[in-house]
C-alpha cells in the first residue's frame, strides 16, 4: 500500500486529536506499515478512504483498533531500578510519615500509560515489600492505558523472559510461577491493582482520578507536542494530592512544560512535587 503526505497529515491529524501523539513528516513509513491492515480489513481502497471511515463513520471500535497499532509499549520489571529503589527506599517512607501526621490511612498512585503491567505490578511488589506494618490502611493502585490489547496482557499478568529479566531472583521467586517458558504474576499482586482505559489528553476522563499520591508518567510525554504536554501536566496538577510526587522517564523533564511542580533532588533520581 502506497501513501502521499497528503494522506499521511491527514492520519497524522486525525491521530493527534484524538490522542495527543504527533508523528512527524519523518514518520511517515511508520505509519504506513502500522495502518496497511487496516485499510485492507476495512475494504478502504486507499489511506484517504480509510481517514474517512475513521472521520465519518464513528467507529470507536476501529478507532481503538488504530490506536493498539501506534502506541508504543516497550516495558519490563523494575525498569530504570534506580528510580523504583528511590520510590522503595525515600518516597514511600516519607508519604507514610507524612500521612500519619495527618492521620490519613490512604494512599493512592497512579500508573499513567501502564501498558502491560510490568510497572504497575512492580509498584505492588515494592509496597508488598516495603510497608510491612500498614493495617488499616487502604493502599490502591489505579493503572491506565489508551491501547485495550495491553490492557488486555496487563489483565492475563504472563510475561516472557525479558520482561522479568530485572527481577532479583528473591523477588522473581515470591511472586511470580512457571508456565512452560513464561512467567504469571501471583494473584496476591494482580488483586492490588484497578485497571482502567483512559485517554491522557482527555481532561474529563484524567479528572475522574483524583487524589493521587504518586503519579508515575514514564516515557509518555515525549510523544506530546508542547500543547498536549502543558495540558496532560496541569491536569497532572488538578489531581495530586498536596505533596504528590510526579516520577518522569530518564531524560524527561517539566522544566519547561510547567512551573507549578518543585523539583526534588533524591539520592538516585529526580522527582516532582505538588
Known amino acids: 500500500m502506497d501513501i502521499t503526505l497528503e494522506e499521511f497529515r491527514l492520519l497524522r491529524d486525525f491521530i493527534y486529536e484524538r490522542i495527543g501523539v504527533y508523528f512527524e513528516d519523518k514518520k511517515m513509513y511508520f505509519l504506513k506499515t502500522r495502518i496497511s491492515n487496516r485499510v485492507a480489513e ?36 523494575f525498569r530504570d531500578f534506580p528510580q523504583m529503589t528511590s520510590f ?11 500521612k500519619r501526621q495527618k492521620n490519613d490511612r490512604t494512599i ?10 510490568d510497572e504497575p505490578y512492580t509498584i505492588a511488589i515494592i509496597l508488598k515489600e516495603h510497608l510491612k506494618n500498614l493495617e488499616g490502611w487502604r493502599i490502591e493502585i489505579i493503572a491506565t492505558d489508551i491501547n485495550t490489547e495491553v490492557l488486555t496482557q496487563c489483565d492475563r499478568g504472563t510475561y516472557i523472559p525479558r520482561a522479568v529479566k530485572d527481577v532479583p531472583a528473591d523477588i522473581l ?19 492490588m491493582v484497578r485497571l ?52 518522569l522517564g530518564v531524560g524527561e523533564s517539566l522544566g519547561r512544560i510547567s512551573a507549578s511542580f518543585k523539583l526534588a533532588r533524591l539520592k538516585k533520581t529526580l522527582v516532582y512535587r505538588k
Open 42 to 77: 476495512t475494504n478502504s481502497l486507499n489511506a484517504k478512504e480509510y481517514y474517512r471511515f475513521l472521520k465519518f463513520q464513528n467507529s470507536d471500535d476501529e478507532l481503538k483498533k488504530l490506536i493498539n497499532l501506534v502506541t508504543t509499549n516497550e516495558t519490563y520489571f
Open 88 to 98: 522503595a527506599e525515600e518516597i514511600l517512607p516519607t508519604l507514610v510519615e507524612e
Open 108 to 117: 493512592r498512585i497512579w500508573s499513567a500509560a501502564c501498558s502491560t503491567g
Open 173 to 191: 521467586k515470591k511472586y511470580f510461577s512457571k508456565d512452560g517458558d513464561k512467567f504469571v504474576i501471583s494473584d496476591e499482586i494482580k488483586k
Open 196 to 247: 482502567k482505559r483512559l485517554n491522557l489528553i482527555n481532561s474529563q476522563e484524567v479528572k475522574q482520578i483524583r487524589n493521587i499520591d504518586v503519579l508515575f508518567c514514564r516515557n509518555v510525554l515525549i510523544y506530546f507536542d508542547d500543547k498536549a504536554k502543558k495540558q496532560v501536566v496541569s491536569d497532572f496538577f488538578d489531581i495530586l494530592n498536596k505533596g504528590g510526587f510526579v516520577l
